[in-house]
C-alpha cells in the first residue's frame, strides 16, 4: 500500500509498504531531521506525478496530477489549502479598473494572494510545532530525488 506520513517538521514521506508500521520505519530513516517524528499516517488511494530529467542528472518533479496534489493539500495540509481557496477567490481586477492601472491592480492582487498563501503556510509550519522559519530548506525549494 502506499501511504503518505506527515512529519511534525513539515514536511511529508511517501512511501510504498506492506502496512502501516513499515510505513513509518521508512519514513524514519528517510528523514535527515533527527527530531522529527511521524505525527499522522494515511493511506492513498490513488497517485501520480511526472519526474523529468535535469541537466545535472538528478530528477525533478515536472507535475502533479490535480487530484493527487488536492488530496495531499486537503488532508496533509489544510490550513495551506484553505489559503489557496481564499487566495483563488480573491478577484484580479476590480469591474472599475482602468486600463492604465491594470498591471498595478494584478500586481496587487498577487501579492495578496502571496500573503495569503504565506500565512497558510505558516499555520502548517506551526500546526505540528514545526520551526516557523519564513525560508525553506535547502531540502525543500525542489522536489528532486
Known amino acids: 500500500m502506499l501511504y503518505i506520513l506527515r512529519l511534525t517538521n513539515g514536511d511529508c514521506v511517501l512511501a510504498l509498504a506492506a502496512d502501516e508500521p513499515d510505513a513509518r520505519q521508512t519514513a524514519i530513516k528517510l528523514t535527515q531531521d533527527e527530531g522529527s517524528e511521524v505525527?499522522?499516517?494515511?493511506h492513498l488511494e490513488h497517485f501520480a506525478v511526472q519526474f523529468?530529467?535535469?541537466?545535472?542528472g538528478t530528477l525533478e518533479v515536472a507535475r502533479w496530477e490535480d487530484a493527487t496534489?488536492?488530496?495531499?493539500?486537503?488532508?496533509?495540509?489544510?490550513?495551506?489549502y484553505e489559503a489557496?481557496?481564499?487566495a483563488n477567490a480573491e478577484p484580479l481586477l476590480k469591474a472599475s479598473c482602468q486600463e492604465e492601472k491594470t498591471m498595478?491592480?494584478?500586481q496587487d492582487a498577487y501579492d495578496r494572494n502571496a500573503e495569503i498563501i504565506r500565512e497558510g503556510l505558516r499555520g502548517e509550519r506551526q500546526r505540528f510545532g514545526a520551526n516557523a522559519a519564513s525560508e525553506?530548506?535547502?531540502?525543500?525549494?525542489?522536489a528532486r530525488l
Open 39 to 42: 505525527r499522522t499516517v494515511r
Open 104 to 106: 498595478a491592480h494584478l
Open 136 to 142: 525553506p530548506s535547502q531540502k525543500t525549494k525542489a
Open 84 to 86: 489557496y481557496c481564499r
Open 52 to 56: 523529468s530529467p535535469t541537466d545535472e
Open 69 to 80: 496534489l488536492d488530496g495531499i493539500l486537503a488532508s496533509d495540509y489544510p490550513l495551506l
